[in-house]
């Protein structure tokens, strides 16, 4: 690798998974409906609604185009987040039975109950004589967006499997078939690129073995969309989250495809109000961040290619530069199977947030969370099996749209620089080069 | 997680003051390490102390968020020129107040005085019997 002779500007934004900056020609875009295209997209009655429909209309049309969805599949949300909940919280309303419900629906066969005065979607339960569908399955990695409505559902009487993955981050497909029961599976969700190590998980072989069981299958694709393909027309795919601010959108903005055919996906809506979005959505539509969510995703789809190229370079780059320098630094998560622009790393005997100080000009995240009880790491480098100390030792780098050749040499040098001084006053380094420490009984 | 922190933990670590090791043959050498499990925290602290009149040099290494970094500088330099009886009274809550250590980090803080307080166990222990007659070393 050359030296740099350019001096990057400071700091350096290297933490593109917690989000990006807003493109300047997505804020283009977005600027007219903040000030006089002002109208509500509900309004049918005059050219300010109208305009302002259209402007949805052609952003509905930018954002399923980039999944190859048809523009009646698309949601808009408030988020990924809220995606996601609709997604599973809808589905498991739309086909799931919990199990106080069963418990009614039981009563009610056996004569117990009038089944008149059971509510309506129960009532077809009554008659049929099938097992009860009330299981989700997902993965222990997922981002807490789905795991803690998986959560909230099993604690109103849904069953659900988390799924374990091995080092690598990597989900087995046997494993998640073997989750799946054809008779009580409603939906699997499994995101398509993790938002901490950057593992793209097989989602297309996941989605064909949830067809072929007659599960819905949802991902998570906040970080995938626009750094990979994902095309619905080819990919089992039932539903799939989107969110503005990780691909150069606004925040506060996102949206959920939701299969229109074979299968039609039904799901219960978990906002009431005025019936926007073919009413699983209600709500007046924020505009101009939709407008920028559909120029986000307009120019993704030009530019992914390349700019994909461009970012696995330069993460090669910061890895080499890393290894060139530094001993006992270890990937987590898969190197190969990984979004172009994550790293995520453990430089052993440092710790994470004391490393993350040191680089004042850069911005990157660590693997860890201090509370005044305890330091706890990041539940995904946890499911790893990585150990405590490797993932409090561990740092994220994120590469994105603005990342330079320069700006990668300068975090190189910054990272020797201040990896080294940290060992330099850890014991843990002290004792593998002196010998042991004697520490004091806890 | 990083935060914003005070600037008196950010200049300690940034400087780094008292980080480092004691020639451990030196008289009056005493070390002792602490460690905190539940927040992955650990401080070694190293002194020298010819007589219980006076500390004249201690060092740290330590192992954590940039407060236990911060606290273990402080407790060190606080120890310097003290008394061994003085410093054995050095409080936690002295520490936070002069670092300004945010509430959830007062574990730092504990660890550091707890680090301290072995380092003159270990100094009491060895010189029991006056300097002279004591073992320096690891």
Redesign the interface.
């Given at each position: 690798m050359s030296s740099s002779l350019v001096a990057p500007r400071l700091p350096i934004y290297l933490d593109h998974q917690a989000t990006t900056p807003i493109d300047p020609r997505v804020r283009a875009a977005m600027l007219p409906y903040l000030e006089d295209r002002f109208g509500n997209a509900a309004s049918t009655s005059h050219r300010f609604g109208w305009i302002a429909e259209e402007a949805v209309e052609k952003a509905r049309e930018q954002v399923a185009g980039l999944i190859g969805a048809s523009t009646s599949e698309i949601v808009f949300t408030s988020g990924a987040t809220e995606a996601n909940n609709l997604a599973i919280v809808g589905a498991a309303r739309a086909y799931g039975v919990p199990a106080h419900e069963q418990a009614l629906v039981e009563a009610a066969r056996a004569g117990a109950v009038d089944a008149s005065r059971l509510p309506e979607r129960l009532r077809e339960w009554v008659s049929e004589a099938g097992v009860f569908r009330d299981h989700l399955v997902t993965v222990s990695t997922e981002h807490k967006a789905v795991l803690d409505p998986i959560a909230a559902l099993t604690a109103e009487g849904y069953a659900s499997t988390v799924l374990g993955v091995p080092e690598s981050g990597l989900l087995d497909v046997e494993a998640f078939d073997r989750a799946l029961d054809p008779q009580r599976t409603i939906l699997a969700s499994v995101m398509a690129a993790n938002n901490e190590i950057g593992v793209l998980q097989p989602i297309e072989a996941l989605g064909a073995r949830a067809r072929a069981k007659g599960v819905l299958f949802h991902t998570d694709a906040s970080q995938a969309l626009g750094k990979i393909d994902l095309d619905v027309r080819t990919m089992p795919i039932d539903l799939l989250s989107i969110s503005g601010h990780k691909l150069y959108g606004p925040k506060g903005v996102g949206a959920l495809y939701v299969r229109r055919k074979a299968p039609r996906v039904s799901l219960v809506p978990l906002v009431h109000g005025g019936g926007h979005e073919r009413g699983l959505r209600s709500g007046t539509l924020d505009v101009p961040a939709i407008v920028g969510l559909g120029e986000a995703c307009a120019i993704a789809g030009v530019e992914r290619v390349a700019e994909g190229a461009r970012l696995r370079a330069l993460r090669e780059r910061l890895l080499a530069g890393v290894r060139a320098r530094l001993s006992h630094v270890e990937v987590n998560g898969d190197l190969e199977r990984r979004l172009p622009g994550n790293l995520n790393l453990s430089f052993r005997?440092?710790?994470g947030?004391?490393l993350?100080?040191?680089l004042k000009d850069v911005a990157v995240?660590?693997g860890?969370?201090?509370?005044?009880?305890?330091?706890e790491p990041s539940h995904v480098l946890r499911a790893l099996g990585v150990g405590?100390?490797r993932a409090?030792a561990s740092i994220r780098f994120g590469l994105g749209r603005g990342t330079t050749e320069e700006e990668i040499d300068f975090v190189v040098e910054a990272l020797a620089d201040r990896v080294t001084?940290l060992r330099?006053?850890?014991?843990?380094w002290?004792a593998l080069q002196r010998?042991p420490?004697?520490?004091?009984a806890? | 997680m990083s935060r914003r922190l005070s600037e008196a933990v950010r200049a300690r670590n940034e400087a780094l003051p008292w980080a480092g090791h004691i020639d451990a043959a030196a008289p009056g050498f005493a070390a002792a390490a602490a460690v905190d499990e539940a927040h992955a925290a650990r401080i070694r602290l190293q002194l020298r102390a010819p007589s219980s009149e006076r500390i004249e040099e201690a060092r740290f290494l330590a192992f954590g968020c940039p407060s236990v970094i911060a606290c273990a500088s402080w407790v060190a330099e606080r120890a310097v020129g003290a008394g061994v009886a003085a410093a054995r009274d050095v409080r936690a809550e002295a520490v936070v107040e002069a670092l300004q250590v945010e509430p959830d980090r007062i574990y730092a803080a504990e660890l550091a005085v707890r680090a301290l307080g072995a380092a003159i166990a270990d100094w009491e222990g060895r010189y029991a019997n006056g300097v002279d007659a004591g073992r320096s070393g690891e």
């Open positions: 005997y440092v710790e947030e004391a993350i100080h040191a995240s660590s860890s969370a201090c509370t005044s009880a305890l330091r405590d100390d409090h001084k330099a006053i850890s014991p843990e002290d010998g420490v004697r520490w004091e806890p | -």
